[in-house]
């Protein structure tokens, strides 16, 4: 199996939304991406499916050393060494590789947060910082689009927290900041409980807006010069602004299901968004 074939196979199996965003790329794009996907996939598997903390923050530590081998040109790793060739080619920092594995490592040094500043750290580094990465990869011509890529991140970030709440707090993790918990009288053991009543909707209802606003500002920073270049992270944006409308309607039983949407729909809306992004392309050149 070669690195490319690994990270497709990575990709693949997780199942993601992201996948079938990746599918309306041209071809050196999309291993690229597939490569920082995979990447991202094998250091958050570390933090959720190693038991023993001290063997997890070994792992991390691996994966510090493989980021510093993978720039000197000597990477190790399937995943590094498909991605190798676009780190140059995409010009991806070093330091937001650092930054992602700090934002596993959060999960072994915190399973709750105190606030939303505290949180925001957490979110910027395990999904602003591969947006930013993802928008390198896509092609931007207006540095404006690297702000839409960290608040993308943030709403995409936002939603998974709300969509998880329970399979979260059955890992010992609450992710919704303690002061809002406290604000509406929840207490976050309540989390491992399938039962939603008043209080929780409220509490889930705030997280949601909050994501929303972060859908709207990231639209809002993007130029037009740059939406069709990064059409797979609005179609991201499209499949998980539907997903939250899903919740909300379903009255935020996030304690009691998991919501989820079917990849046929996903691949509809990906399918819509591309399209709609391709007439509006043309548009523009007219």
Not at 62 to 90: D, K, N, S, V
Not at 185 to 207: C, M, S, W, Y
Request: with cysteine; hydrophobic share 35%; proline share 4%.
């Amino acid at each position: 199996m070669s690195p490319d074939e690994y990270c497709e196979e990575k990709a693949a199996q997780s199942g993601s939304s992201f996948y079938y965003a990746f599918r309306f790329l041209e071809p050196d794009r999309r291993r690229a991406i597939t490569a920082l996907y995979a990447f991202c996939r094998e250091v958050d598997d570390i933090v959720d499916e190693v038991s023993e903390e001290s063997i997890a923050r070994t792992k991390l530590d691996w994966w510090r050393q493989e980021i510093e081998r993978l720039f000197a040109g000597e990477p190790r790793h399937p995943i590094t060494q498909a991605l190798q060739p676009h780190i140059a080619a995409f010009d991806l920092g070093r330091e937001y590789f650092d930054e992602i594995i700090d934002g596993m490592q959060m999960d072994l040094d915190y399973d709750s947060y105190p606030d939303f500043t505290t949180l925001s750290l957490y979110c910027y580094r395990a999904a602003s910082v591969v947006g930013i990465l993802s928008a390198h990869i896509f092609g931007y011509t207006d540095r404006r689009t690297l702000k839409y890529a960290h608040d993308l991140g943030m709403a995409l970030q936002l939603t998974n927290i709300l969509r998880d709440v329970h399979e979260d707090a059955m890992r010992g993790r609450v992710y919704i900041p303690m002061d809002e918990l406290s604000k509406h009288g929840v207490k976050p053991e309540e989390f491992q409980i399938n039962i939603t009543d008043d209080r929780h909707r409220a509490l889930f209802a705030e997280q949601a807006e909050r994501a929303r606003r972060y859908y709207e500002r990231a639209e809002e920073h993007l130029p037009d010069a740059d939406r069709y270049a990064q059409r797979p992270g609005l179609i991201m944006a499209a499949i998980y602004r539907t997903l939250l409308d899903e919740i909300a309607d379903d009255g935020y039983r996030v304690l009691e299901h998991r919501v989820r949407l079917t990849p046929i729909r996903k691949l509809w809306i990906a399918w819509r968004t591309a399209r709609r992004l391709k007439r509006e392309q043309r548009r523009r050149a007219a």
